[in-house]
């Protein structure tokens, strides 16, 4: 973009406000989004289901923002304040059982105060991981321990 050799409009997920500051930023005209890029739509959030996951990990280090909870053999669970909507969680499940749905506890748009949690959160992920093996979740934050204990506890219900 910034050589004129790509066009601004190519970001589904940024829409238009997007566009309109990488036209600010370049000094170009706003164009409408290209479609054939995708269409923007409302924020979704990762949601697994705890009846079918097999705890295999392979969602937990495809996730670049670290929102997903669990560990090696247990049920894993989307924190679903911190997930961006990615989707890069669902193909490497194995058992397919991770659907993007409708947010819960937060609003369905995605707001610049969003993105800055996830570059943080995606910063902090790169780093932990360059120090250290993050498959071990045995020393998550409680808040990651009560969610997957209430997930265990919403399985174990008939
Ligand atoms: S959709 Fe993206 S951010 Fe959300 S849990 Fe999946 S990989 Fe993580
Ligand atoms: S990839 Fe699927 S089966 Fe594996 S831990 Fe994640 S949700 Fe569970």
Same mark, same amino acid.
């Given at each position: 973009?910034?050589?004129?050799?790509?066009?601004?409009?190519?970001?589904?997920?940024?829409?238009?406000?997007?566009?309109?500051?990488?036209?600010?930023?370049?000094?170009?005209?706003?164009?409408?989004?290209?479609?054939?890029?995708?269409?923007?739509?409302?924020?979704?959030?990762?949601?697994?289901?705890? $009846?079918? @996951?097999? !705890? =295999?990990? +392979?969602? #937990?280090?495809? %996730? /670049? *923002?670290?929102? &997903?909870?669990?560990?090696?053999?247990?049920?894993?669970?989307?924190?679903? $304040?911190? @997930?961006? !909507? =990615?989707? +890069?969680? #669902?193909?490497? %499940? /194995? *058992?397919?059982? &991770?659907?993007?749905?409708?947010?819960?506890?937060?609003?369905?748009?995605?707001?610049?105060?969003?993105?800055?949690?996830?570059?943080?959160?995606?910063?902090?992920?790169?780093?932990?991981?360059?120090?250290?093996?993050?498959?071990?979740?045995?020393?998550?934050?409680?808040?990651?321990?009560?969610?997957?204990?209430?997930?265990?506890?919403?399985?174990?219900?008939?």
């Amino acid at each position: 973009m910034a050589t004129g050799s790509a066009p601004i409009n190519r970001c589904p997920p940024g829409g238009t406000p997007v566009i309109e500051q990488l036209a600010a930023a370049l000094g170009l005209a706003a164009i409408p989004l290209d479609p054939q890029c995708g269409e923007t739509k409302p924020l979704a959030v990762a949601q697994i289901d705890p $009846d079918r @996951c097999i !705890g =295999c990990l +392979l969602c #937990i280090r495809a %996730c /670049p *923002v670290d929102a &997903i909870a669990g560990a090696f053999k247990h049920l894993h669970v989307v924190i679903e $304040d911190q @997930c961006s !909507g =990615c989707e +890069l969680c #669902i193909a490497p %499940c /194995p *058992v397919d059982c &991770i659907a993007m749905v409708t947010p819960q506890h937060r609003g369905n748009e995605w707001t610049a105060e969003d993105a800055q949690r996830s570059r943080e959160r995606h910063r902090r992920m790169l780093q932990r991981q360059s120090t250290s093996d993050t498959s071990d979740t045995s020393e998550a934050p409680a808040p990651r321990n009560d969610l997957l204990a209430q997930a265990m506890a919403s399985r174990r219900r008939p």
